[in-house]
């Protein structure tokens, strides 16, 4: 596992991280979790990323569980804060930040959070009031360093702009060989304010994994037979991707393999985020760091995608 520093925060983060969206606390059992953080923690990866809302504080809780005979010292913790936890606790506000960021730690077990993150940005709270409060949070000891999810531009401008509050350190975008649209605007600013890319949905929710073919239904069991996988689930893209194959094969390395890899050859990047629900799948995602691929390659990569990129 190689790893990078995270913005400029000092943090060495692996360059594969573990999320829990839609499997910790919820899709699976918990010795199967169980066995996919050992797994992770053997292969080099050091970063857990959570957020509250993730089964409404399930996949905290069961972290806090499974994590509890660990080293603190020897993993990154991040979770995130802003979807609704209930009728009324959502947003950015001073009171939510500090709600919600208690809850976080006790579900957590943990007297800290190592990167606590704006789920997505609070129109009805003023900015000001956000960033004083996640200020007052590194401040009190029970955060080390701050980032968002899915900001614009213009907000991320404008949090930097703020007098006498904290800076953030990263970035969440989603990010793929796919879905692009972070590279024009984001990577960019983030870049000149020294603030890491921490991506998610770096495989598109499988489909680059190659295991969806044009014309025919998903195969039991897969995410796109249980649930809507988003735009890029339709027999262009899939045939498209099917075209990475031989590409990845002359490689020796899995379709996974070759996503991650493109990802991780973007030097804005700091980390890709994967989701898995069996040790399998972490030790062969993990494999992807450090991969190099060269100008022919990534050639080959964007002849095959062509025209199904979202850029």
């Given amino acids: 596992m190689q790893y990078r520093e995270l913005g400029h925060s000092g943090l060495r983060v692996s360059e594969i991280s573990l999320g829990s969206w839609l499997t910790y606390g919820t899709a699976i059992e918990r010795q199967q979790a169980q066995a996919c953080l050992d797994a992770a923690f053997d292969h080099g990866i050091n970063l857990i990323d959570t957020a509250n809302m993730y089964g409404k ?46 809850a976080s730690l006790t579900r957590l077990n943990t007297d800290y959070i190592d990167l606590y993150q704006c789920h997505r940005y609070d129109e009805n709270t003023p900015l000001e009031e956000t960033m004083k ?22 907000q991320i401008r404008a949090a930097n702009k703020l007098q006498g509050v904290a800076r953030f350190t990263s970035s969440q975008p989603r990010y793929s060989m796919l879905y692009r649209k972070p590279e024009r605007k984001i990577f960019p600013l983030c870049d000149d304010l020294k603030i890491g890319q921490i991506v998610w949905s770096p495989l598109s929710q499988g489909i680059l994994t190659g295991k969806y073919f044009p014309g025919e239904a998903p195969p039991a069991g897969t995410r796109a037979s249980q649930r809507k996988v988003g735009r890029f689930f339709d027999d262009p893209v899939l045939s498209a991707v099917q075209k990475l194959k031989p590409i990845a094969s002359h490689l020796g390395l899995t379709m996974s393999q070759l996503a991650l890899a493109w990802i991780l050859q973007n030097k804005s990047v700091t980390s890709a985020i994967i989701g898995a629900t069996s040790p399998k799948q972490i030790e062969e995602n993990a494999a992807s760091s450090g991969v190099k691929l060269d100008a022919d390659t990534t050639a080959l990569i964007e002849k095959a995608l062509g025209e199904t990129v979202r850029r």
Avoid: C
């Avoid at 905290?60 to 010292?73: F, H, T, W």
């Avoid at 995130?80 to 959502?90: L, Q």
């Fill in 57 to 102: 504080g399930a996949a905290e809780s069961l972290l806090g569980e499974l994590l509890v005979n660990r080293p603190r010292s020897t993993y990154l913790l991040a979770t995130k804060v802003y979807y609704p936890m209930s009728d009324t606790d959502r947003g950015l506000s001073r009171s939510q930040i500090e709600k919600q960021l208690d």
């Fill in 133 to 154: 409060a996640l200020t007052r949070a590194i401040r009190s000891g029970k955060v080390r360093h701050i980032g968002f999810s899915e900001w614009s531009r213009s």
